[in-house]
């Protein structure tokens, strides 16, 4: 332990050597500020030097916090976009236009927030209590979460209803309000997901701390924000992959993604994921909350509707081109996008530039991991006359993302007597209940001669008299 | 017959479990050891933490409080803690500022629309249990930034008067921890009868319906 220590201490005073040495070298303006504050930082800012205070007097000279936290460059400007359907301010939407490979920066990832409150909980007064139907209802504290034997695994969350038909509506609700701001309609549209690594603790060893008793099927989790978010899951899927989050890529959780502690069930739709995970109850039954029926649910034609259906299936969006962005001219340009599913692994993403009449295999971005984002690019070499270029994935179960049509027919399939794909699209299309699921269909973008992109899925089922705008 | 270990897949046929109660006995044992915690950490939570009522109330009532409310009573308090956002009579029409924007303000009719593309969604039209809205009244309303201080009285009373307000209990009927199990949703029987992780696939998973509309690839 000891020789750990002064190997540690040694490092350091190495480190500060050769910052030393490394800002001797750089001609900074004021290169007596920056060598006064290198110790400074070191020590974790409890050192004898004071944190100076005349840094960031020229452009290019460092402040203190591109140097405690770092920053972006001032020339990258994309932010998330507010909720096209919620009130003006609330920014909560990835700009997905402007992500890059599979790791979606904390700072871009989507929020949902239950209602105008946001948590701010001290770590060192939360705790995650596990009772129920279990032999040892216990109580963790965050220190004690951490000392559990932890994994880091890299996985998608999404809204339930992202790229929904209702969205469309709103977005052009707002158009019409102008109300544009810097929305985009990819952002508007999907950008209810993300990628993030997220560290954390596998819920099945915490259900062997506490034993799990017999008969328990079903567990209840609940978040200690102030609408106190519950969910039910299935026991056999809490045994499966999930776990209890306190990191996100590399840090800890962002305030707004469930600091300190969320649940985390990879696969699956985003509103099982409680955050500020307070609680979780062991019983024998789905415990019907209100989360899981208004808002999770999908009615059907015939009045019946379908519950639990947590699973998303594959689903790939490209994300260049896509609406925000406009080719300068004819000419090759890559064209790249993501893919994910509930189940496995991406296998194979097809990308069609011709409106679906041709297929090319697309590049996956290796190594392609289970349940996560996986990115796709495929070079393209643009003619400038006006084409309709869309993706489409299969997963390791030979499952292939399905087309509107291909949607709409098997969901009248569903119900007796069978309804028409043709009636049956129209329905799915424009109800105002029926979209609050994953919406997995193959989502096309129209490439105009002017180079802008559109939206070549959505606006092909308007106008209907179910669809005032 | 079934291992009961909840985790376990395996069948064995009736006329050969008798063969296997040796090794069973053995897995027993195991299973018992392996329910022992490894860790220790973490402390016993105490009776008033796990109070029943401070947390989430499922469709069978269990952990609902003593406590009762009447329709008379839910009145007042409906007026003055909830109409601002579902109206003075549940019909809602206020717009409801969550980060996504959805609004459930609307409480009351809406029965029979499910089926059409304009369906209503309301505690009348959709929800299947009535102990549904009392828990969600009880853990979330009223929302941020109003304080919540609703009393189990307090929430049996608005779940009564929503309930009256849809027609479904009289305005005079008491609603307590077991008559409000009693009231029978006009959607009880809207969903399908077992969410379908109860009955997972051949390969173990739970499936969503649509997903079985994706095609196989082609080879």
Known sequence: ?469 | MRCTTPYCRIRISRSKSYFLLPVMALLACGTAMAQLPTYKVGRPATEAEMRPWDAVVGSDGKELPPGSGSAKEGAALFAAQCSFCHGKDGQGGVIVPTSFGFTYSRLVGGVGTINSPTGIKTVGSYMPYATTIWDFINRAMPPFPLEKNLTPDNVYAAVAFILYKNGIIKETDVMDKNSLLEVQMPNRHGFYPDPPQEKPGKDGYWLPRWELAAKPAAK
């Open chain 1, 1 to 469: 332990m000891n020789s750990k220590m002064s190997d540690r201490r040694g490092f350091l005073k190495g480190s500060a050597a050769l910052a030393g040495l490394a800002v001797g070298s750089i001609p900074f303006a004021n290169g007596k500020a920056l060598a006064s504050v290198t110790p400074a930082l070191i020590n974790g800012g409890n050192g004898a030097a004071p944190l100076p205070t005349n840094l960031g007097v020229t452009p290019d000279e460092p402040t203190i916090q591109d140097l405690l936290y770092g920053g972006r460059s001032k020339y990258e400007t994309s932010v998330r976009s507010h909720s096209v359907n919620g009130p003006t301010g609330t920014r909560n939407l990835t700009p997905l236009q402007d992500t890059i490979g599979v790791i979606t920066p904390s700072s871009f990832h989507f929020l949902v927030l239950r209602d105008q409150h946001l948590p701010n909980i001290n770590p060192r007064e939360h705790t995650l209590m596990i009772y129920g139907m279990v032999d040892r209802p216990t109580v963790f504290t965050m220190e004690e979460i951490k000392r559990l034997p932890s994994v880091s695994r890299v996985h998608w969350l999404e809204c339930t209803g992202n790229s929904g038909m209702m969205h469309y509506r709103a977005y052009l609700q707002n158009l019409k309000a102008g109300r544009k701001d810097d929305m985009t309609l990819i952002q508007a549209m999907h950008g209810r997901t993300s990628c993030s690594e997220w560290t954390g603790v596998p819920l099945s060893l915490l259900l062997k701390e506490v034993g799990v008793q017999k008969g328990a099927s079903w567990l209840v989790s609940e978040g200690n924000d102030l609408s106190r978010h519950a969910k039910s899951m299935p026991l056999a899927k809490a045994m499966d992959d999930v776990f209890v989050a306190y990191g996100q890529n590399g840090e800890a959780l962002r305030r707004e993604q469930g600091y300190p502690l969320r649940m985390l069930v990879p696969g699956s739709q985003g509103v099982n994921n409680v955050k500020y995970l307070k609680s979780i109850k062991l019983v024998d039954k789905p415990y019907y909350i209100q989360s899981e029926i208004s808002g999770y649910t999908n009615p059907k034609p015939n009045g019946q509707a379908s519950w639990y259906e947590t699973q998303q299936g594959p689903k790939s969006l490209i994300t260049f081109p896509s609406d925000p962005h406009k080719l300068p001219g004819p000419g090759l340009y890559e064209i790249s996008g993501i893919a994910w599913c509930g189940r496995g692994k991406i296998a194979r993403v097809e990308v069609s530039t011709d409106n679906g009449r041709t297929w090319k295999d697309a590049n996956l971005q290796q190594p392609v991991m289970t349940k996560a984002w996986t990115r796709f690019r495929l070079g393209w070499n643009w003619d400038g006359t006006e084409t309709v270029i869309m993706s489409r994935c299969t997963d390791e179960s030979g499952a292939v993302q399905p087309t509107m049509m291909e949607l709409a027919r098997f969901w009248g399939d569903q119900v007796e007597p069978h309804i028409p794909a043709s009636e049956i699209e129209h329905w799915w299309a424009n109800s105002s209940i029926a979209q609050e699921f994953l919406n997995p269909q193959i989502l096309p973008w129209r490439v105009k001669p002017d180079g802008s992109i559109h939206d070549a899925l959505y606006n092909t089922l308007l106008p209907n008299p179910y669809f005032p705008v």
